[in-house]
């Protein structure tokens, strides 16, 4: 079955419809860093790296091939396109440019993921998002089904809670009830932060283990699975921290974060180290139970934790693992960037995606969906 995905990203999604038996000719992505991320592991399909809204003729992109399904996670909320526009109301946001795809090729089937807080979204006069989404593509064609999902229920080592939506064409069977994965990893049985990423070195702050082999035998089957076919580990840098940041992080405990710490290891100003700044963010540098799965990991999770045991942040192979991502899915660009820099880092492709091995469970699922029918 051939697949479009738009919004590509680094290409989390399209890696799962992959490993599903998926062929993707054609993925639309805007981010230079994150299309080359995608292009290099995924030799196959051709990349767009393009604003989708400059994309005038779209069924000519593929020279009139059949086109099964289109998936993607189009920014749904605040990215109005012009004027003064409500930015909430999804018919004014790059929403609609997914929907334009889907009704130039006509597939089959849609998958889109976005946010779960897009459910409860309003617009300014108070209409839900969702029901204005559900309304574009029953003019489109298609009956929708709305489902949240935990990744950690489908194999993924961390707690992650995203909306999907799944359209199908109006002229298929439509069966709601079928259209979404079992849940194969129940609570008690998720694969762990220990779990998954503990076989990888134990490189402190400022240290890399870019281009060697595995030291150590893995030593259960999710670790096997993300190091199958792979020899030489990659992306796993440790960032540079201060001294006076590494004793801040070996006070915070399982559970802490920098919130937690005694005033004396505090942040200081900028400028004066004799002074605390009294900013204190709950949510960085916080230290993950490892016998549990990662909390979230976000676009910018190189701050948001700590390593379980290390006193240093993430890198970003420990962020893939986390994510699901097999040890031979390598990252392109820089691994971190300045706010002034346009280009997504290695950790922002990274917490961007969309878990594969919760792409592969739902792709498994319309597979089977559609040999059913």
Request: proline share 5%.
């Given at each position: 079955?051939?697949?479009?995905?738009?919004?590509?990203?680094?290409?989390?999604?399209?890696?799962?419809?992959?490993?599903?038996?998926?062929n993707?000719?054609?993925?639309?992505?805007?981010?230079?860093?994150?299309?080359?991320t995608?292009?290099?592991?995924?030799?196959?399909?051709?990349?767009?790296?393009?604003?989708?809204?400059?994309?005038?003729?779209?069924?000519?992109?593929?020279?009139?091939?059949?086109?099964?399904?289109?998936?993607?996670?189009?920014?749904?909320?605040?990215f109005?396109?012009?004027?003064?526009?409500?930015?909430?109301?999804?018919?004014?946001?790059?929403?609609?440019?997914f929907?334009?795809?889907?009704?130039?090729?006509?597939?089959?089937?849609?998958v889109?993921?976005?946010v779960?807080?897009?459910?409860?979204?309003?617009?300014?006069?108070?209409?839900?998002?969702?029901?204005?989404?559900?309304?574009?593509?029953?003019?489109?064609g298609?009956?929708?089904?709305?489902?949240?999902?935990?990744?950690?229920?489908?194999?993924?080592?961390?707690?992650?809670?995203?909306?999907?939506?799944?359209?199908?064409?109006?002229?298929?069977?439509?069966?709601?009830?079928?259209?979404?994965?079992?849940?194969?990893?129940?609570?008690?049985?998720?694969?762990?932060?220990?779990?998954?990423?503990?076989?990888?070195?134990?490189?402190?702050?400022?240290?890399?283990?870019?281009?060697?082999?595995?030291?150590?035998?893995?030593?259960?089957?999710?670790?096997?699975?993300?190091?199958?076919?792979?020899?030489?580990?990659?992306?796993?840098?440790?960032?540079?921290?201060?001294?006076?940041?590494?004793?801040?992080?070996?006070?915070?405990?399982?559970?802490?974060?920098?919130?937690?710490?005694?005033?004396?290891?505090?942040?200081r100003?900028?400028?004066?180290?004799?002074?605390?700044?009294?900013?204190?963010?709950?949510?960085?540098?916080?230290r993950?139970?490892?016998?549990?799965?990662?909390?979230?990991?976000?676009?910018?999770?190189?701050?948001?934790?700590?390593?379980?045991?290390?006193?240093?942040?993430?890198?970003?192979?420990?962020?893939?693992?986390?994510?699901?991502?097999?040890?031979?899915?390598?990252?392109?660009?820089?691994?971190?960037?300045?706010?002034?820099?346009?280009?997504?880092?290695?950790?922002?492709?990274?917490?961007?995606?969309v878990p594969?091995?919760?792409?592969k469970?739902?792709?498994?699922?319309?597979?089977?969906?559609?040999?059913?029918?």
């Open positions: 079955m051939n697949i479009i995905d738009l919004f590509a990203g680094c290409g989390g999604l399209s890696l799962g419809f992959e490993m599903a038996g998926f993707i000719p054609l993925a639309v992505e805007k981010d230079e860093w994150a299309s080359e995608y292009k290099y592991n995924h030799k196959n399909t051709t990349v767009l790296t393009e604003d989708i809204t400059k994309i005038k003729d779209q069924k000519k992109l593929l020279d009139n091939m059949e086109i099964d399904g289109i998936i993607g996670g189009p920014p749904c909320q605040g109005s396109l012009s004027g003064n526009r409500d930015p909430k109301d999804p018919r004014n946001s790059l929403f609609m440019e929907v334009r795809f889907v009704k130039a090729y006509n597939p089959r089937f849609f889109m993921e976005n779960s807080g897009i459910l409860s979204m309003k617009t300014k006069n108070g209409e839900l998002v969702k029901d204005l989404i559900i309304d574009e593509y029953d003019k489109a298609y009956n929708l089904t709305i489902k949240i999902l935990n990744a950690a229920e489908y194999g993924v080592p961390q707690s992650r809670i995203r909306v999907f939506f799944i359209g199908i064409r109006k002229d298929l069977k439509f069966d709601e009830e079928k259209l979404f994965p079992k849940i194969t990893h129940p609570e008690g049985k998720q694969i762990t932060i220990d779990q998954a990423i503990m076989d990888l070195p134990q490189i402190n702050a400022g240290e890399s283990y870019d281009g060697k082999e595995y030291p150590s035998e893995a030593t259960n089957s999710y670790q096997k699975w993300a190091r199958k076919n792979n020899e030489i580990i990659q992306n796993h840098t440790a960032m540079r921290h201060t001294k006076r940041l590494i004793e801040r992080f070996e006070q915070i405990k399982f559970g802490e974060s920098v919130a937690d710490v005694a005033k004396e290891y505090q942040q100003q900028r400028g004066n180290a004799e002074k605390i700044s009294g900013k204190v963010y709950s949510q960085n540098n916080m993950p139970y490892p016998n549990k799965p990662s909390p979230t990991i976000p676009a910018s999770f190189q701050s948001n934790f700590i390593h379980p045991y290390l006193n240093r942040n993430y890198t970003a192979r420990e962020g893939a693992r986390l994510q699901s991502f097999p040890d031979s899915y390598f990252f392109c660009g820089k691994r971190t960037t300045m706010s002034w820099e346009k280009n997504l880092s290695q950790y922002q492709q990274i917490g961007n995606a594969p091995l919760l792409a469970a739902i792709a498994e699922n319309m597979k089977k969906y559609f040999d059913n029918i």
